[in-house]
């Protein structure tokens, strides 16, 4: 039998051998890891720093006043709920966020921000200080929609914070800061709950779900 153009279709014996060597042909390729989607902002299910391996363990949405502002992402080298653990570990993790708003997000953040490190230290800023006002500034040129901001901790080196794949930034305010800057996001006065419980994979440290 012929198809339209005169070539030859391949018998039904073919076609049985064709659909059982086309997998085993494309096991040969590496797999794609998949992927979180969070208001558009894509989130791989691993991330490799320097060395270290990590995992994504949960993502998403801050919002304000309605509107979505930024979608973040909370990579450790395994997965976990325990939020005071997480906080307080001296070992690598990351956060990634993208902004996913047009209204100049880095820009009106900083307050937010600071009000963060305010309920993560319980108004204990000034051993950090310095540090903190860098890394508002480094936060504040995150203006345009789909700017992604990387958060890197590594033990005996510090933040490290890029843009867009660009230049690493280290602020090496040790442990003290880094711990300070996650709590931003997970301490028992987090910036949103409803992230702090999506970075924890649904759960609080206690295995009870948090307040939305």
């Known amino acids: ?119 993560s230290t319980n108004g204990n800023t000034e051993p950090i200080r310095d540090e903190i006002e860098v890394f508002i500034d480094l936060f504040a040129e995150a203006n345009s929609k789909g700017d992604r901001i990387k958060i890197v901790y590594l033990p005996n080196r510090g933040v490290a914070v890029s843009m867009n794949g660009g230049e690493e930034r280290v602020i090496e305010g040790g442990l003290r800061f880094k711990q300070a800057l996650f709590g931003i996001w997970l301490s028992p006065r987090p910036i949103q709950k409803s992230l702090k419980a999506d970075m924890l994979g649904g759960k609080s440290s206690a295995g009870e779900e948090l307040d939305q």
């Open 1 to 119: 039998m012929k198809d339209t153009v005169g070539r030859r279709r391949p018998n039904g014996k073919l076609r049985f051998a064709l659909r059982l060597a086309l997998p085993i042909v494309l096991s040969g390729y590496p797999a794609i890891a998949p992927a979180a989607i969070h208001a558009g902002a894509e989130f791989p299910d691993t991330l490799e720093v320097e060395g270290a391996s990590l995992v994504l363990n949960g993502a998403g949405i801050r919002s304000a006043f309605l509107i979505d502002v930024y979608a973040a992402g909370l990579y450790l080298q395994q997965k976990s709920s325990d939020a005071e653990q997480i906080v307080a570990a001296d070992e690598p993790m990351a956060l990634e966020l993208e902004i996913v708003t047009n209204l100049q997000a880095g820009a009106r953040m900083g307050s937010p921000i600071e009000r963060g490190f305010e309920r």
